[in-house]
């Protein structure tokens, strides 16, 4: 990953706290200094039934200590089984983790069978040498409390002090934005999110091309379309800015279609614009203005505002500069251009000043990247650019590397997979563009059908549509890994019961609908049941029952979102250091069929219409007064009555905690809550 080397390990996170725990078991077993940290990888198994963790350490140690992997990994298996089993009893809401402030393994010098005994309930040998770890129920609690109490639910340290530009968007003046554009836009933003909530400095750019033959070829048409419709410039000026926009971008198409019969005239205007020629700067300035403009409200629909614009039109006269003091140098002169001879360093050679002396795409981005560099001094700038660039960035990455040797490993390119609309072709050059307003608005028409008119005043309903449809949108790009192609599917980007954006809003819309009942007027800062804040308290509160009798309780759907929900704050982290959002919406999909399963078996609050039996009572009365049956019975039910209202609380507690993540998750993509759908 082009982060992994910015990432600070958080010493207090629970993988750490396993993996350093595995460290110590092994070297119980084969003495110090054989085995290193960085050898001891953990995690999840994908069948919940084979534990919380996963590691594979026994096999990947097993021949450099000349040890069959099995045999290692029963050993090591046994050494953790050890202190769990002798330490049993360690209260694991009350004892503090010795390994807390240590920050490598080196400061620990024996287990802490106390700190084994607190995390783990058993290891197991699986296969030819995995072992599988089970956490403590109890632990997972203190771990939910702990999530709770956080602001976002996120560690925020792992990135801290590092600067990251992130350069995404770069739609070309005088053309629409279609849906490539899009994607960079969507994933651009998520990444910023993400990256900024792992502890980063996060400066977002978007780099534009307003200039050049695209420009010089929209000008022509579009002085053409006036003419054909006997339209003047400041009767076109009363358009709207999406009309404006249609009206250039069809501009585009007819200067690019007859390109070939009026190639002089069209490349005239090109250079007259790199001369800003009063002939046709004006037009020139009313119709970027256009564009500009048209692209703002999108930015402000996608929630995205923007650190700096950069055009290439600032940077022309300066990326020639810089070329032509390293020529010689850096770049060859080759039948009158000037290019970069790629072939010396295994790429190909491209043209970075063109014989008529104009700096082309790749002369440009030379001034790009220090100007980028003298605003935002940034130890990465991640270009968020489509794969049919990858050689692009590859030949100008290494001429920038060249020219100024402390960019080496500064700039990166992801290259983003295509886009496609099932049933749909996409091209500019031809006119056959799926706009992002015509994309957008057909999503809408499709949602419509969800909302019960009845329901909701005329504004609620016109803020669900738009967050909906916006959130349909950006999950449906942002849950495909962002070096893969996306197939845009319509139907499937509304599913309510789907992989869909849409699906997390009305699973959050209903564990709020859920606490509203419960009476919870601010349960987006809700912390604990019975006023229990404190992370080492059980979250249940007031200790009706023992931690150990309760987590006997769970059913296997609260069960199943307890060994969930701690694992937010490591796939963020993961999201962040490989720059995939995919990860989070993964995450959230999982975790909201989870909630939406425990929700449809189980009453949240009345769960005493499900567990009160009437067997019970019989046993009660049958029990002679002598016995103290009818107090018996009086403490037994005011009992049963007590561990209803905690089990009603847990639920709560459960439900708040998905809401909150599901809330923190989609932020992260970008996507805006609803709270009734």
Known sequence: SPLSAFF?????????????????????????????????????????????????????????????????????????????????????????????????????????????????????????????????????????????????GVISSYLESKKIMVEFAHPNTHKELHIGHMRTLITGEAL???????????????????????????????????????????KAEELSLTEKAHFLSQGYVEGNKYYGEEKS??????????????????????????????????????????????????????????????????????????????????????????????????????????????????????????????????????????IDPKFTGREYHLSMGMVNLVGRKISSRTGEVVTIDKLLDDVKDLLKDLIKEGSFVKQEIADILEKTTIGAVKYSVLKTSPEMNVAFDLEKSVSLEGDSGPYLMYTYARCRSVLRKAGDKDTSAREHPRGVPQAQHHPWGGGIVEVEESVKRFNPEELSLLRTLYRFPEVVTEAARTLSPNLICSFLFDLAQKYNLFYSKHSILNPGNRRETSDNKKQVNAKDTSDGGPERAKRVERDSSEVEETVKQFRLTLTSTTAKIIKQGLHLLGIETVEKM
């Open 265 to 402: 005239e069209i490349d005239g205007i090109n250079l007259k614009l790199y001369q800003k020629d009063p002939s046709i700067w004006p037009v020139y300035e009313r119709t970027r203005e256009w564009s500009l403009d048209y692209y703002n409200e999108f930015y402000k629909r996608f929630y995205t505002k923007f650190d700096k614009l950069y055009f290439e039109s600032e940077v022309a006269d300066c990326g020639k500069e810089i070329i032509l003091k390293n020529v010689g140098k850096v770049f060859e002169e080759s039948d009158g251009a000037i290019v970069f001879p790629g072939k010396k360093y295994g790429l190909h050679t491209r043209v970075f000043v063109t014989k008529d002396g104009n700096p082309t795409y790749e002369g440009k981005d030379m001034c790009l990247a220090p100007r980028q560099f003298a605003d935002f001094p940034f130890d990465k700038c991640i270009h968020v650019v489509a794969n049919e660039q990858a050689d692009y960035f590859k030949v100008i990455i290494k001429a920038i590397e060249l």
């Open 8 to 152: 600070h390990e958080d010493t207090d996170s629970l993988s750490y706290r396993l993996r350093l725990i595995i460290l110590l078991a092994l070297e119980e077993i084969v003495g110090k200094g054989k085995v290193k940290f960085e050898d001891v990888k953990i995690e999840h198994p994908a069948n919940e039934n084979y534990g919380d963790y996963s590691t594979n350490v026994a096999m990947v140690m097993a021949g450099r200590l000349k040890m069959k992997p099995v045999e290692l990994a029963k050993k090591l298996a046994e050494e953790l089984n050890k202190y769990i089993i002798q330490h049993q009893s360690t209260s694991s809401v009350t004892d503090s983790l010795s390994l807390q402030g240590k920050k490598k393994s080196s400061d620990i010098t024996k287990i802490d069978p106390k700190t084994v005994a607190k995390i783990l309930e058993k290891a197991e040998v699986a296969g030819s040498g995995f072992i599988n770890l089970t956490i403590r129920k109890d632990y997972l609690i203190t771990l939910l409390t702990e999530l709770l109490n956080k602001e976002n």
């Open 192 to 234: 910023s999110r993400i990256l900024s909530t792992t502890g980063a400095e996060v400066f977002r750019a978007n780099y534009q091309g307003d200039i050049g033959p695209h420009v010089a070829k929209a000008i022509w048409g579009t002085k053409k379309l006036l003419a054909e419709k006997k339209m003047a410039w400041d």
